[in-house]
T-cell receptor, first 115, second 115 residues
Framework: GAGVSQSPRYKVAKRGQDVALRCDPI?????LFWYQQALGQGPEFLTY????????KSGLPSDRFFAERPEGSVSTLKIQRTQQEDSAVYLC?????????????FGEGSRLTVL | AQSVAQPEDQVNVAEGNPLTVKCTYS??????LFWYVQYPNRGLQFLLK??????LVKGSYGFEAEFNKSQTSFHLKKPSALVSDSALYFC?????????????FGQGTTLQVKP
């Protein structure tokens, strides 16, 4: 596609439910990032993929968070047993290569509200 | 550890006047610095970056930024503000640890341009 696509754009979950957020990066982009943006805050890094390999997951806040990119293209961020503090916008970004000085291209985000 | 600080939560400027959005950074090694803009309910859009070379970097929509090594600053500027420039602006630095190319963002500055 022309840009990074994320779905759903909005998700409301009851506390304890599992959610899955999808990211479709720009075609051919090797690097894929997930960020979490709480209200009024800057994006916080969650995890990074280079192709299908998850090279950095240091930002995942707990073991309830899991991300995958099995074929090196589409990625899914899964949150198990959601808590109210998980409410945020989850941003996906892709880049043509990792470890370089190129800019990241962001999707519009998935806004998660946990009730 | 790399970090950026945006000391102003909000900047107000009249249309047609010059604007400055401040950013200071802390890095080990050479700084790779970025500015992104975020419009309501949209993802982040790349404006400009400094990697090396001229201290004055020109970017999208008439924005520019000045890299100042002695003051560890990377302020965003525009000679004549437009109402449509009103948005949330983020400064970011590339994390030099590892080789992922991930960005560390500031807290953001809301720019309000009034007619």
């Amino acid at each position: 596609g022309a840009g990074v696509s994320q779905s759903p754009r909005y998700k409301v979950a009851k506390r304890g439910q599992d959610v899955a957020l999808r990211c479709d990066p720009i075609s051919g982009h090797v690097s894929l990032f997930w960020y979490q943006q709480a209200l009024g805050q800057g994006p916080e890094f969650l995890t990074y993929f280079q192709n299908e390999a998850q090279l950095d997951k240091s930002g995942l806040p707990s073991d309830r968070f899991f991300a995958e990119r099995p074929e090196g293209s589409v990625s899914t961020l899964k949150i198990q047993r959601t808590q109210q503090e998980d409410s945020a916008v989850y941003l996906c970004a892709s880049s043509s290569s990792g470890g370089n000085t190129g800019e990241l291209f962001f999707g519009e985000g998935s806004r998660l509200t946990v009730l | 550890a790399q970090s950026v600080a945006q000391p102003e939560d909000q900047v107000n400027v009249a249309e047609g006047n010059p604007l400055t959005v401040k950013c200071t950074y802390s890095v080990s090694g050479n700084p790779y610095l970025f500015w992104y803009v975020q419009y309501p309910n949209r993802g982040l859009q790349f404006l400009l970056k400094y990697i090396t070379g001229d201290n004055l970097v020109k970017g999208s929509y008439g924005f520019e930024a000045e890299f100042n090594k002695s003051q560890t600053s990377f302020h965003l500027k525009k000679p004549s503000a437009l109402v449509s420039d009103s948005a949330l602006y983020f400064c970011a630095v590339r994390d030099g640890s590892g080789n992922t190319g991930k960005l560390i963002f500031g807290q953001g500055t809301t720019l309000q341009v009034k007619p």
